[in-house]
């Protein structure tokens, strides 16, 4: 089955650094990958998806993620973090196309001034 | 842009009594997605409509319903209420793509949060 894994519960990272939140999938034949952001008290925010392509996606809030065929992974990155972005990352992937969502455990990141 | 509208925003029941959840999604999306999330879980997928019609089910409990209208809007029934039905509900919006047949991302609203006394 379709499926994405989110090793890290929490991420720590100081503002201005730059931060990964990462994400490994089990996808059979070629991957819809996506990463959604939830904030307290608020919905999922679409932040990017990897279709095909470019390995490297560009997304909202100056966000990008990595496509690493090899590896199995789809890091989510940020060149410098601010302490708005501390919230709850998703990472995700449709079981068959682009259908319903099967999402990972969630990433929580916080970003310390 | 418009988003993906639900209604309330919060609910409180008590046990047994019945909840009526609605989604607006955003103009001319044609699919609709239900989800669930627990306190501390990811969202994990209810029930789709696509034009109307059921288009895939998830774990949803014998004790909910939904449907599509033909103004795209959705409902999510909820009867027999239990504790554990306590949680936040997403609806979510996407469009098919022309000429694909695959629906493209999946825009979410910002969920009703039921909570079963």
């Known amino acids: 089955a379709q499926s994405v894994a989110q090793p890290e519960d929490q991420v720590n990272v100081a503002e201005g650094n730059p931060l990964t939140v990462k994400c490994t999938y089990s996808?059979?034949?070629?991957?819809?990958l996506f990463w959604y952001v939830q904030y307290p008290n608020r919905g999922l925010q679409f932040l990017l998806k990897?279709?095909?392509?470019?390995?490297l996606v560009k997304g909202s809030y100056g966000f990008e993620a990595e496509f690493n065929k090899s590896q199995t992974s789809f890091h989510l990155k940020k060149p410098s973090a601010l302490v708005s972005d501390s919230a709850l990352y998703f990472c995700a992937v449709p079981p068959t196309g682009f259908q319903k969502l099967v999402f990972g455990t969630g990433t929580r990141l916080l970003v310390s001034p | 842009a418009a988003g993906v509208i639900q209604s309330p925003r919060h609910l409180i029941k008590e046990k047994r009594e019945t909840a009526t959840l609605k989604c607006y999604p955003i103009?001319?999306?044609?699919?609709v997605y239900w989800y669930q999330q627990g306190p501390g879980q990811d969202p994990q997928f209810l029930i789709s409509f696509y034009e109307k019609m059921q288009s895939d089910k998830g774990s949803i409990p014998d004790r909910f319903s939904a449907q599509q209208f033909s103004d795209y809007h959705s409902e999510l029934n909820m009867s027999s209420l239990e504790l554990g039905d306590s949680a936040l509900y997403f609806c979510?919006?996407?469009?098919?793509?022309?000429?694909?047949?695959?629906?493209?991302?999946?825009?979410f609203g910002p969920g009703t949060r039921l909570t079963v006394l």
């Open positions: 996808v059979s034949g070629n991957p819809y």
């Open positions: 103009p001319r999306h044609d699919t």
């Open positions: 990897y279709i095909t392509g470019d390995n």
């Open positions: 979510a919006s996407s469009l098919v793509e022309l000429g694909t047949g695959l629906e493209d991302t999946q825009y």
